[in-house]
């Protein structure tokens, strides 16, 4: 007999409430999955009627789990952030010399955009509409961006305070997500590419 149910008098299996609330959790993450991947396939605002064909479930089913489309769409790009979150830590940061702080970067930029870009296009998709969704998207990039600030204090601080702000902007503006997005989709470069692209552009503006 499986685990959560148990038989009645009468031989019938009866499902205990810690087996409803197991298979509830079971269902609730498969329908944000089936959200993360139509997300992947490039549908950025599916609806509760995509998502319940894709798991198998009725659309009445999905509202059990989520009182609105918002509330789907916003779970589903929490789970994928909390799927990546430790993508989002540079090791030694701010440590080692200038070309190991690029590469360092660089590759952990575009390691964190090959597990986020779609649950990025959503997000940044439905930010017009969704207040909370805006204000995760401006924290993920604020976030970003006081990286860098750290990762390459060094060189940012040597110059005077305009030259500094102007870089620490062309460097954010180069390794944000949104111009990842534009190299690699946009401009077809390979992840190679991307890489060696990026490397160059930082040397341009860091080296001495």
Sequence with gaps: ????????????????????LARRDRNRLAVLDAVIELFAEGVLDPTPDDVAQRVGLSSRSVYRYFEDRDALL???IDRNLERVLPLFLIHAIGEGALDVRIDRLVRARLRLYEAVAASFRASKARAAVDEVIREQV????????????????????AGAIGHRRARTAAIDTLTQFDALDHYRVHRGFSSSETRNLLADALRALLEP
């Design 1 to 20: 007999m499986t685990s959560g149910a148990a038989a009645s008098p009468g031989g019938e299996v009866e499902v205990s409430p810690d087996g409803r």
């Design 74 to 76: 916003r779970a589903a």
């Design 138 to 157: 401006e924290l993920t990039r604020r976030a970003l961006r006081e990286q860098i600030e750290m990762h390459f204090a060094p060189e940012l601080e």
